[in-house]
């Protein structure tokens, strides 16, 4: 009999495993904490976060806009958390500690962001999820909404996982 991975609804992500991947995400990845990037949910299907409007990321003076580049290194950075959570979920047979370090060779290939309304807000959520999981690529859909949950950007990208 073959052993097949269960639906990924059906996996629960261990309170460790949840503690390591928010570790490294905004601790260790010292940019995400400059961004101020926090993570509201880890789950193997979609995974959530939020940023604080700062004066340190505005990006246009007289309105009060988010800076591009905080929408784009953001919705980058939720693709590679993405990642994470589908890999954590792909093998789960494994240790805790031997997921974690899976995600020593992540690295981005390509990101497609379109900026659809001006990013005004006192917060922003992001949010992110794998399109397909490869053995060596992986394919992400990223989303970044105002506080009252407007979409105001979207993003695709591609991500090295071997």
Sequence with gaps: MTQRTPPAAAI???DD??????HI??????????????????????????IDMRPELVGHYAY???????ISAGLDAMGGLA????????????TVAQ???????????????DY??????????????VMRLGSRVASTRMEFLGADGK????????????
Excluded at 64 to 70: E, I, K, L, S, T
Excluded at 83 to 90: C, F, L, S, T
Excluded at 151 to 162: D, E, Q, R
């Design 151 to 162: 979409l105001l950007s979207t993003a695709s990208a591609a991500y090295i996982v071997s």
């Design 116 to 129: 659809l309304r001006p990013g005004i807000g006192e917060c922003f959520e992001l949010r992110a999820e």
């Design 25 to 50: 995400f905004e601790e260790l990845i010292v940019f995400n904490r400059v961004l101020g990037l926090k993570i509201t949910q880890i789950a193997p299907a979609q995974v959530k976060a939020r």
């Design 17 to 22: 495993f949840i503690a390591g991947v928010a």
């Design 12 to 14: 629960v992500f261990e």
């Design 83 to 94: 990642v994470m959570a589908a890999i954590g979920a792909r093998h789960m047979d494994e």
């Design 99 to 113: 997921r974690l370090q899976r995600f020593a060779k992540l690295g981005t290939i390509d990101l497609r962001v």
């Design 64 to 70: 009060n806009r988010v800076h591009g580049g905080v």
